[in-house]
């Protein structure tokens, strides 16, 4: 279990209760996170220096930046790191400091992911423009939608990517640009979300009604609360 404490103290317990990880900082932290294995804690340090322990409390990883660092995360291996830089530009290093992506936007981005594999960087460009990456920089995926989008998501096989395009709709694509689904609902969307497998779909209609879909927009389940 991680706790910051005080927005000063980062401590780590087991669930015995025995601390395991204990750093105090000098400037307010914030966004702590574990690797994916749970051996690493990636932390922003004041407003512009992400830095990385491992359990021992060793820094592992230390870098500045020259503008307010938003969106920490590892990649699915733990072997990449990604941080948003101000409103637009967007970076990965790997845990040794070296720079293996850097891309500067015209517009605001949000949501940064990997995808599972970590070979691939969805972002959200604007309101209504979403888009892929390679870590060469390439664009593999554009995609402009007519309404604002929101919690775009990768499957699990990294091939297919969900999203909700206004508060009522909810889309899928393939890589090539496809939609391979869409759905309008009645009453707002909340916490979509694809199966294990992918090969099934959940949303969370107004907070009310819990609905699954295959990919072909059959509904085969559907409970109110």
Known sequence: IMVNE???????????????????????????CFSPAGEKIIVREG????KIYDLKGNEI???GFGKRIFDLSFSPAGEKIMVREGD????????????????GFE????????SPTGEKIMVKEGN???????????????KDLKEEICCPCFSPTGEEIMVSEGDKSLK?????????FSKGFGKKIYDFGFSPAGEKIMVNEEGENLKVYDLKGNEIFSKSF
């Not at 407003?47 to 992400?50: E, S």
């Not at 637009?88 to 891309?103: A, P, Q, T, W």
């Open 47 to 50: 407003a512009k220096n992400l």
């Open 88 to 103: 637009r530009i967007l970076k990965i290093y790997d845990l040794k400091g070296n720079e293996i992506f850097s891309k």
């Open 107 to 114: 517009e605001r981005i949000r949501s940064p992911s990997f």
């Open 61 to 63: 990883f230390s870098k």
């Open 128 to 142: 209504e423009s979403l888009k892929i990456y390679d870590l060469k920089g390439r664009e593999i995926f554009s």
């Open 172 to 180: 899928i694509y393939d890589l090539k640009g496809n939609e391979i």
């Open 6 to 32: 005080e927005g000063e103290n980062l401590k780590v317990y087991d669930l015995k209760g025995n601390e395991i990880f204990s750093k105090s900082f000098e400037e307010g932290i914030c966004c702590p």
